[in-house]
């Protein structure tokens, strides 16, 4: 029986490590471990493969969303609308400004944030919008973009889970006024340690956001605003330089594996992700929905096969927010997926026999209850 994890990246470092020695090597030699020519040169790639005019990277994802925020002023009083459905770092950021998250609930099939409910949590202190593109599929951005733009509120693309998804021809990252991406090691474009970076076509936000990824430095020891270190080291870009050349493989192997789930699980128990029709999908995870959930974990388990739960617990709950008063029931969807989701092994490594191997555990699953079920059937009708 085959163990099937969540992630191979070790399967994947073996097929680039001579490229990724090398590219350390350069930076070993070259001794410009910050702001070396490698960091430009990821900032031009991105910028270029999302069709915006500015990359500008950073030490983080997170640090990214801080640094976004503290771009666009966001400071206390300020109302920030924001996902619960998502990674803590997307509400983190505007609470460690001092501003005020305000969450709102997601669409059950996408699992993204729902347009009409963002319009109705609008006051007139929301300063922003941080639309997250959960596993990898695109927010509906038209809708999102309608609703803010009538009333000059800042769209922050949450792009961490979503590099080169689309929303009918526009790559995630180009959709709003900035957009962050994630290279922890996890991600599709996963990076060697922590680094992220920032996309705008803006040039005026480009350039505060470059003063404030040093300390708010505005020429060499003269600082107009209070910034940070925010910046990605060589080293790590030159290794996500060797990285970029697989990342359409990559995801071209994720989407395989999704098609694959998708034609055997549509009439299983359980739901497989819905994909909006502008929407191409690069499935950082491949997310199913079935109220068997924590039963399907185990058992897959029991047949060597890893799966994650994202997330557990909604933002909105989460103890450090309970001053904003949400309580159980405030945001029904959300606290139904939490219960209901399990995310399935989707990496670019998995073998076809490994997809075929969680295909067949979770249709034996279903078999094996459906026996059961008919079993304990006949016994009432006795
Ligand atoms: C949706 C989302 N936002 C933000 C982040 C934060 O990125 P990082 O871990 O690079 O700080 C992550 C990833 O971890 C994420 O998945």
New binding site residues.
């Given amino acids: 029986m085959p163990n099937v994890n969540m992630l191979d990246l070790q399967g994947e470092y073996e097929l680039i490590r001579d490229k990724i020695r090398a590219a350390v090597d350069g930076v070993l030699e070259s001794q410009q471990f910050i702001n070396g020519p490698a960091v430009k040169q990821l900032e031009q790639a991105l910028a270029e493969r999302v069709g915006v005019a500015h990359g500008i990277a950073m030490s983080?994802?997170?640090d990214a969303?801080l640094c976004a925020l503290m771009t666009l002023k966001i400071s206390p009083g300020d109302e920030v609308i924001l996902p619960s459905f998502?990674?803590f770092?997307?509400a983190g950021v505007i609470a460690r400004l001092g501003a005020t998250p305000v969450f709102v609930d997601v669409d059950e099939a996408t699992f993204n944030m729902d347009p009409l409910l963002i319009e109705k949590a609008i006051t007139s202190h929301t300063r922003a919008i941080i639309v997250?593109h959960l596993f990898g599929q695109c927010a509906d951005m038209a809708a999102i973009n309608n609703v803010a733009g009538a009333r000059d509120i800042k769209v922050v693309e949450?792009a961490?889970?979503a590099i080169d998804a689309r929303y009918g021809d526009e790559p995630a990252g180009s959709l709003g006024d900035m957009a962050c991406l994630?290279?922890?090691p996890t991600k599709n474009l996963g990076g060697f340690g922590?680094g992220?970076m920032i996309l705008t076509n803006d040039e005026s936000l480009a350039e505060v956001t470059r003063q404030l990824r040093n300390h708010g430095e505005s020429s060499r020891y003269h600082h107009k605003r209070v910034g940070g270190n925010f910046r990605l080291d060589t080293m790590k870009a030159a290794i996500l330089m060797v990285k970029l050349e697989n990342l359409a493989d990559f995801t071209r192997r994720r989407r395989d594996n999704a098609a694959a789930y998708d034609a055997a699980l549509a009439e299983s128990f359980v739901t497989p992700p819905v994909v909006m029709d502008k929407c191409s999908h690069v499935y950082h995870q491949y997310t199913i929905k079935t109220s068997r959930r924590d039963e399907l974990r185990e058992y897959l388990s029991r047949q060597g096969v890893g799966s994650g739960i994202y997330y557990p617990v909604p933002l909105h709950l989460q103890a450090c927010f309970a001053s904003l008063g949400y309580k159980p029931g405030s945001l029904p969807v959300t606290e139904r997926l939490v219960n209901e989701v399990l995310s399935l092994p989707c990496h670019p490594m998995l073998s076809k026999d490994d997809v075929k191997h969680v295909i067949a555990s979770i249709l034996t699953m279903d078999q094996t209850c459906e026996q059961q079920d008919r079993l304990s059937t006949g016994c009432t009708e006795v």
Avoid: I, K, P, R
């Fill in positions: 983080s994802g997170t969303l998502t990674f770092a997307t997250v949450d961490a889970q994630s290279f922890y922590e992220g």
